[in-house]
């Protein structure tokens, strides 16, 4: 497994890296640059001595030119000359035999022309080679010849200094740039340690986006939406296990009591059986509220719908209406359907959806009013409406309706379920990828489910 680098530790090594391949391409030139100046140099100065010894060659007398010669250039130890006039007689002379055996194997220029000569000895030579007219008609030989290794000592003082000032910028651009980074990277770590301390208890806490550098300022942000919608998911979640143990408590506790005081003296045989009996109520409504529980649980998950097909919603009231025809027959109250609608989806889901509010609506209606269930598709929408008159569920309660337990109102409107019904059938709407509303008046309370028509996408 490959080591995992902290970004501080990777920057500080890419900064030095950098750092240090720079200076040294700056080193490597700098060199080059001053090693050619010297190389230069010294060419200018076999240059000027070409010149001198024209000069010196041509005034005075011919049979005093070498002596004018050895006066002048004796004094330069540096340059090794080899002068010899058109007889072949040396006029002056520095050079070793080895220069002067390899100048012999090379022609004469006519004009001044630098050469690089290496020696059998292996030394290396910066070198002018030249035939020189003079203005008395004859003509000089002229070698002359500087030894490269002149600047030898100068250019490896030259390197080492180099060197050490490369190798001390890098150490120190490496060192900052390590500093640099630490202290750029500490809000980054000012900000983990702040997310350190939120825990499930401490969900109303914020990560501080203003301090942070604008790099980090739309991280915090980002996550501080996401601690907001974990908060408000974990307060739905915290207040929905208070509701079920409120909700399982109170039959476990009516059973319990029940149970206690029949056993508490001897009874009669009826007597027992009414208690089974009651119990035996209690315990179908405490199987069917943990199935209904169930239900919504996979209804809600991802993915909760396992198949689609065509769904004849008029097939699915039409078959719903005439099961609760007994029961609307009993309570005086008409049942009827208006239009027709498919749509893409479960056809056990969606009876569902729609059984819960025909129950909800056969409940609560007035007795002698209809019970209408409306279809209509439009725009690639499909709205099922189920209407009936009855009193108006008070307005700061609707949007708690659809609410896992909640069952209206203390009186009248409150109901002898679960309260799971509409909570089920939103989130089979949701699943189809619908919605559902409520609406109540005067005139009655009217549920509203929309559906795409077909699905935009394929259902997660
Ligand atoms: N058509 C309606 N008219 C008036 N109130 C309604 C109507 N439909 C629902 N409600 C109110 O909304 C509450 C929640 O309904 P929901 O169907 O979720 O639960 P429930 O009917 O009480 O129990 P369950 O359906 O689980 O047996 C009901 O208790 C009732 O107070
Ligand atoms: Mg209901």
Known sequence: MRPRLSIATRLTVLFATVATVVLAALGVAIYLSARHDLVAQDFTELENKVA?????????????????????????????FHIIDEHGTPLFSTASPLLRKHARTQPADLAVRRHDW??????????????????????LTTLLAIDDARHAAFLQRFRHLLAIAIVTAALASSLLGGYVVRRTLRPLRALSDEARQITAGRLQRRLSADAAPAELEQLAQT???MLARLQQDFARLTEFSGDLAHELRTPITNMLTQVQVVLAHPRS???????????????????????????????????????????????????LLEFYSLLAEDRQLQLRREGR????GNRLMLHRAIANLLSNALQHATAGTPVVVTLEEAAGQC?????????????DILPRLFD???????????????????AITRAIVQAHGGSATVTSGATGTTFELLLPSRPATPSA
Request: hydrophobic share 40%.
């Open 118 to 139: 290496t020696l059998a000895d292996g030394s290396c030579l910066h070198v002018l080679h030249l035939r020189q007219p003079l203005a008395d008609g004859s003509t």
């Open 404 to 422: 896992r337990f909640h069952r209206g109102e203390r009186g009248h409107t409150r109901s002898d379920g679960a309260g799971l019904g509409l």
């Open 223 to 225: 996550l501080n939406g």
């Open 269 to 319: 045989n009826d007597a027992y059986r009414e208690t089974l009996a009651s119990c035996a109520e209690e315990l179908q409504r405490l199987a069917q509220t943990v199935s209904d529980l169930l239900y919504l649980a996979q209804a809600e998950a991802p993915g909760a719908l396992p198949s689609r097909e065509h769904v004849a919603l008029e097939d699915v009231v039409d078959s």
């Open 52 to 80: 001198l010894i024209a000069d010196l060659a041509a005034g005075g007398a011919a049979g005093q030119r070498a002596q004018r010669l050895a006066e002048a250039l004796g004094h330069h130890p540096d340059i090794e």
């Open 341 to 344: 609608a498919s749509v893409q």
């Open 383 to 395: 709205r099922i409406t189920v209407h009936n008159s009855g009193t108006a569920i008070s307005a």
